[in-house]
């Protein structure tokens, strides 16, 4: 499956964003999918994700309260709907798939997720 991250920008605080990450190839509904983020000289940050099996969801502490992730088979995309955002959510963020052991287990590390996509740059200014 090829992923592709969009809807990156340059926001303001309190601001919201929906980041979109757009499968081709096969239909994302066989993929748990997960956001992560990444700032320079920092390893990448887990965010959320969705199970490929009931999708069922969960969102890291940082962003908790103020994020969401869904997904819409009919278009094969995940979205991520971030609310509220503060300078300290800048990063690049990136989607990634993984077709997992589990259809309901959750995956949040980095080195279990097979496919990446592109990243899509967040600028959150004060």
């Known amino acids: 499956v090829q992923l592709q991250a969009s809807g990156g920008g340059l926001v303001q605080a309190g601001g919201s964003l929906i980041l979109s990450c757009a499968a081709s190839?096969?239909?994302?509904?066989?993929?748990?999918v997960a956001w992560f983020r990444q700032v320079p000289g920092k390893e990448r940050e887990f965010v959320a994700t969705l199970t490929r099996g009931s999708g069922d969801t969960y969102v890291a502490d940082s962003v908790k309260g103020r994020s969401t992730i869904s997904r819409n088979n009919a278009d094969n995309t995940v979205y991520l709907q971030m609310n509220n955002l503060k300078p300290e959510d800048t990063a690049v963020y990136y989607c990634?798939?993984?077709?997992?052991?589990?259809?309901?287990?959750?995956?949040?590390?980095?080195?279990?997720?097979?496919?990446w996509g592109q990243g899509t740059l967040v600028t959150v200014s004060s």
């Open positions: 990634a798939a993984t077709v997992g052991y589990s259809s309901e287990a959750f995956y949040y590390f980095t080195n279990e997720f097979e496919y």
């Open positions: 190839g096969r239909e994302n509904s066989r993929y748990h």
